[in-house]
């Protein structure tokens, strides 16, 4: 359901997602366009269901999750925002605390429904030394208005590595190429 950009899409990973048992909602037919697939509320009101729904990291994007914030109230759901503090905006705590503001007003879910998610990364230049650095820099960050992350993601052949005071979350990357 992001909307903002296609750097990653479900679709171009059905296969992918099938062997790790992860069921992606086809949306084929609506390519990028401003549309919610058919299936969402269906997926959501399955019962031992666990639904992901990746909107973007911007107030565009959380609109998305705006319109289900009355259904979403009445389960467990628990909102993550993964934070790259390497990218652009996110330079200052009040760089920072506007964003947040921003995407919890856009997708009308209650402060204490999200979660941060470190995730310091410059792509294929990315070190341990990095990772390690920006996830202290964007701790402070957040803990000038009173948040701190719940977690931190590293590439997994990184993540052996670091020591974290959150849980550690080795990922898998798996990219296509763009040319």
Do not use: W
């Not at 058919?38 to 973007?56: E, I, Q, R, S």
């Amino acid at each position: 359901m992001d909307q903002t950009k296609g750097f990653f899409r479900s679709r171009d990973f059905f296969d992918i997602l099938s062997e790790y048992e992860i069921n992606a909602i086809d949306t084929c037919r609506f390519q990028d366009a401003p549309v919610v697939p058919a299936g969402v509320l269906g997926k959501m009101d399955a019962p031992n269901t666990l639904c992901v729904f990746d909107v973007g990291g911007n107030p565009s994007g959380a609109a998305m999750m705006g319109q289900y914030a009355d259904k979403l109230r009445e389960t467990d759901s628990v909102y993550y925002y993964v934070i790259n503090p390497c990218r652009p905006f996110m330079d200052t705590a009040e760089d920072l605390e506007l964003t947040v503001t921003e995407i919890l007003r856009a997708s009308n879910a209650a402060p204490d429904q999200i979660k941060i998610i470190s995730n310091p990364n410059m792509g294929k230049e990315t070190t341990v030394d990095l990772v390690a650095a920006q996830h202290e820099r964007l701790k402070v960050r957040l803990r000038s208005f009173g948040m701190k992350p719940a977690a931190l993601c590293a590439a997994e052949t990184l993540a052996f590595r670091l020591t974290a005071d959150v849980p550690l979350i080795p990922l898998r990357l798996f990219l296509r190429r763009f040319y």
